[in-house]
């Protein structure tokens, strides 16, 4: 049961192109979404998150956005750089009567070439 | 900048062994999670911890499964009788109250990697 599912296991992008990582989800009660960002050997790592009650959210470089209605989501990344290559998951949580724990897609392996 | 620490960042075990994987969470976060990732697949919620008592647990999280805040800044899993397929990434995370301005992000440890022999 893929409530969360990122299609694209791997993607490749030139350095400063824009990177567009999506994410479905099945769930309409999901009320939080987050991208993680993991290398190699470490753990996921925090990297932007949006509220189901908005539509964008931007923080530098990262920008994601939710489309309700679609239970769709990206992430951007522009410009991409080589150190941005690494494995990014969306995540989901759900609202209400859960403690917040996070339903994870596969990930997307995203190459940021030179 | 504050972190989440596990430890050993390695283990290797002997199928039917008990082990102990142990975390260190931010400090004041009241939040705590265990999840896991067999290699080549997603990460998976195992449980989470509120109040000195678990609050959700995973089909995953069966009766060989147990976690402990022993003191006041560890957080363990214990696993009481180890199978081949207990072998993972494992990975403690914690996140702060709902009175917090990012309380719904949850911090990440950098796992251990559990062999089951």
């Known amino acids: 049961d893929q409530q969360v599912k990122q299609n694209s296991p791997s993607l490749s992008v030139q350095e400063g192109r824009i990177s567009i990582l999506n994410c479905d989800y099945t769930n309409s009660m999901f009320d939080y979404f987050l991208w993680y960002k993991k290398y190699p050997a470490e753990g996921p790592t925090f990297l932007i998150s949006i509220s189901s009650i908005k539509d964008k959210n931007e923080d530098g470089r990262f920008t994601v956005f939710l489309n309700k209605s679609a239970k769709h989501l990206s992430l951007h990344i522009v410009p991409s750089q080589p150190g941005d290559s690494a494995v990014y998951f969306c995540a989901a949580k759900g609202y209400g009567g859960s403690q917040g724990n996070l339903i994870f897609g596969k990930g997307t392996k995203l190459s940021v070439k030179p | 900048e504050p972190e989440v620490t596990q430890t050993p960042s390695h283990q290797v075990t002997q199928m039917g062994q008990e082990v102990i994987l142990r975390c260190v969470p931010i400090?004041?976060?009241?939040?705590f999670y265990w999840y896991r990732q067999i290699l080549g697949q997603k990460v998976e919620f195992l449980v989470s911890f509120y109040n000195n008592e678990i609050s959700e647990k995973s089909e995953i999280f069966d009766d060989q499964f147990s976690v402990e805040r022993p003191d006041g800044s560890n957080f363990t899993l214990k696993i009481r009788s180890t199978k081949l397929e207990d072998s993972a990434m494992y990975f403690c995370?914690?996140?702060?109250?709902?009175?917090?301005?990012?309380?719904?992000?949850?911090?990440f440890g950098p796992g251990t990697r559990l062999t089951v022999l």
């Open positions: 995370a914690s996140r702060a109250s709902g009175g917090a301005p990012n309380y719904n992000e949850q911090f």
């Open positions: 400090s004041n976060h009241l939040y």
